[in-house]
């Protein structure tokens, strides 16, 4: 007889029906999606003034004012075990075109040495980067949101109650006009929370 061959062979094919169906699942939070997809739409608002930026970046979740400076976002941890912030940025342009987005975290410091006994609790030390391919809206604002891929060079050190301080450095986006010479690009000072 052959029954303990079937019985394995039966169970593969289950737990292979499961997984394709979406109802069998290791990840300890039931997830499975990544990142979400960069999404970019037209916006309303007035053109800059003149000698205002046309490049800046936006709140996380959109909007038509500028990020202020030192704003703290938010790490997200995806279910492969990358991480991501979300953020925002605003781009007006005189005419639609194809533009790369070049998105990226600078840390503010370069990743520390071994502590020293009795030192204080340092902030972790974060790069990230991403490129965006952007359709930009002619002659007017375009919103993209979109996540910068964050790697974690040194992770921090806690403070007494157990909180590790946020990770400071420069967000920049440089854009550039496919088949044109043409590129902007903006800056801000941003703390990325772990």
């Known amino acids: 007889m052959r029954f303990p061959e079937l019985r394995t062979g039966v169970a593969i094919t289950a737990l292979l029906g499961l997984s394709s169906m979406g109802t069998f699942c290791i990840l300890p939070d039931g997830g499975g999606n990544g990142p979400p997809d960069p999404s970019t739409a037209c916006a309303s608002g007035e053109p800059p003034a003149a000698g205002a930026d046309v490049l800046f970046f936006s709140a996380p979740e959109g909007g038509g004012s500028p990020l202020a400076a030192d704003t703290v976002l938010h ?51 974060l790069e990230g980067s991403n490129t965006v391919p952007v359709n930009a809206c002619a002659s007017g604002w375009t919103e993209t949101i979109a996540p910068l891929f964050v790697q974690i060079l040194d992770g921090g050190q806690s403070d007494a109650s157990g909180q590790i301080p946020e990770a400071r450095g420069v967000l920049r986006v440089v854009a550039t006009e496919e088949g044109s010479a043409e590129q902007v690009s903006a800056e801000v000072p941003a703390r990325i929370a772990m």
Do not use: C, K
């Open 75 to 125: 790490l997200e941890y995806g279910p492969q075990g990358g991480q991501h912030v979300m953020v925002g940025i605003r781009h007006h342009t005189s005419g639609g075109g194809v533009w790369a987005y070049r998105i990226a975290f600078e840390p503010e410091t370069p990743a520390p040495e071994s502590p020293e006994p009795g030192a204080l609790p340092r902030p972790p030390v």
